[in-house]
């Protein structure tokens, strides 16, 4: 049955489904918030705690991050107004080139309206067959991109015509052995390695050094998608120092600004050559649009705030080993890695859907990861703790957290 004003629809079976997904509670309302995204949100008129958010230290609500938003717009416009190859960027995006190049020691830098567009172009660029006039072109259709296996969807994505087990091929998640059995197999062909420092759902941190040793030997490139550790390690901080380190050797690196920078946008850095015909081959710096000018500007602002004051992550960061203990303490199964991600374990689809619905009835906006962000049945609170929570706030959830913990076992 089909509710649509296009029965033709009827056979996408779209109505069947929710209907299904809405009577397991598993189709849940989405947040829609009344207000500015904070630790404490309103949503259909009631404040909420929000432990969902990913924008880490809050940088939104600086004014002087807002004031630099307001005179960049008022300089440069709101938008671009086109693509980058037909209306170009402005200086912002100029400046916050050179920085992520500088930052991440690369020759060039491309930004991004997303991160994920940066992945969805790096992904094209490396296999595309092109040439403006018949000749002197490149074809990089013979490309094999070797993935780990819990590499971000949008790289899946972004792979989707390659063929699996051809030119698209997964290793086990951070495991050497199966990387190095997969390029003895492939010695020879035109590889690229993927991966990601810090994983999304699990919090895991990849063996960077083990990887790049591994890319060397084999003769492959190297592509580290670094969204979520991006100017939270590797800035001079202790944590992961040598994994960051090492990420100074990887050809490529994906960046994105929607979590340690905590405003939005992405970027791709790496040999100069390669970056300046991505300008034309990732498709994403034609067909769409880029970061708005006066986010590139702030983007930039936040950058030189954080390399000059490494202490404030660095406090975030001491502030989550605390939380990680205190979980713990109350018996939580969370990731192992200590990284600022932490994965707080349920389990059983179900009793995820109730856990959240109580979370909620007492004030907790909690985001609780299900398939396809993990397999299924595997359900877990995937905290992104943002700093502006106070310790009350912290405290209430650990409290909430365990009484949740005991009325429904997990
Ligand atoms: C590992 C990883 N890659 C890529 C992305 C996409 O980044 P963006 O949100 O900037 O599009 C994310 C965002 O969640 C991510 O976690």
Redesign the pocket.
């Known amino acids: 049955m089909t509710r649509s004003a296009d029965p033709a629809l009827a056979r996408w079976g779209f109505s069947t489904w929710l209907d299904g997904a809405r009577g397991t509670g598993e189709f849940i309302k989405l947040p829609e918030l009344d207000d500015v995204n904070d630790a404490i949100v309103s949503m259909d008129g009631k404040k909420m705690v929000n432990f969902c958010g990913?924008g880490i230290l809050g940088w939104q609500h600086d004014p002087d991050v807002r004031t630099v938003f307001a005179e960049t717009a008022a300089n440069y416009g709101l938008v671009v107004g086109g693509s980058r190859i037909i209306q170009g960027v402005s200086r912002p995006h100029l400046e916050l080139e050179a920085l992520v190049a500088e930052i991440t020691g690369k020759e060039r830098a491309l930004t991004f309206a997303?991160?994920?567009?940066?992945?969805i172009g790096f992904v094209n660029a490396m296999s595309a067959r092109f040439s403006f006039n018949n000749d002197d072109g490149v074809d990089n259709t013979d490309t094999v991109l070797v993935l780990d296996r819990e590499?971000?969807w949008?790289?899946w994505k972004a792979a989707e015509r390659f063929k699996f087990g051809r030119n698209l091929i997964m290793f086990d998640h951070n495991d050497m052995t199966s990387l190095r059995s997969e390029l003895e197999r492939l010695e020879g062909r035109k590889i690229v390695v993927g991966f990601?420092t810090v994983?999304?759902a699990d919090g895991s941190l990849a063996p960077v050094g083990e990887i790049l040793d591994l890319c060397e030997e084999f003769g492959a490139v190297s592509f580290v998608?670094d969204?979520?550790g991006f100017m939270v390690y590797g800035n001079g901080g202790r944590r992961f120092a040598a994994q960051y380190e090492a990420l100074r050797r990887v050809t490529f690196q994906?960046v994105?600004?929607?979590?340690g920078v905590g405003l939005?946008?992405?970027a791709l850095a790496g040999p100069a050559d390669a970056l300046d015909a991505f300008r034309f081959l990732s498709g994403t710096t034609v067909f769409t649009t880029n970061i708005q000018p006066p986010t590139a500007g702030a983007i930039v602002h936040v950058l030189r705030r954080m390399r000059r004051d490494p202490s404030v992550m660095e406090h975030y960061l001491d502030r989550v080993d605390r939380v990680r203990e205190r979980l713990l303490r109350i018996g939580c199964t969370i990731n192992p890695t200590p990284t600022y991600i932490t994965s707080i374990l349920v389990g059983a689809n179900d009793i995820a859907v109730r856990v959240r619905a109580e979370f909620i009835e007492r004030g907790y906006l909690v985001p609780m990861f299900g398939y396809p962000a993990v397999p299924k049945n595997r359900a877990v609170i995937r905290l992104m703790m943002n700093n502006r929570l106070s310790d009350e706030h912290v405290d209430g959830f650990v409290d909430t957290l365990a009484e949740l913990k005991q009325k429904y076992g997990f």
Do not use: R, V
């Open positions: 990913i997303t991160g994920m567009l940066a992945n590499c971000h949008s790289m990601e994983y999304s998608d969204a979520n994906m994105s600004f929607g979590k939005s946008g992405g």
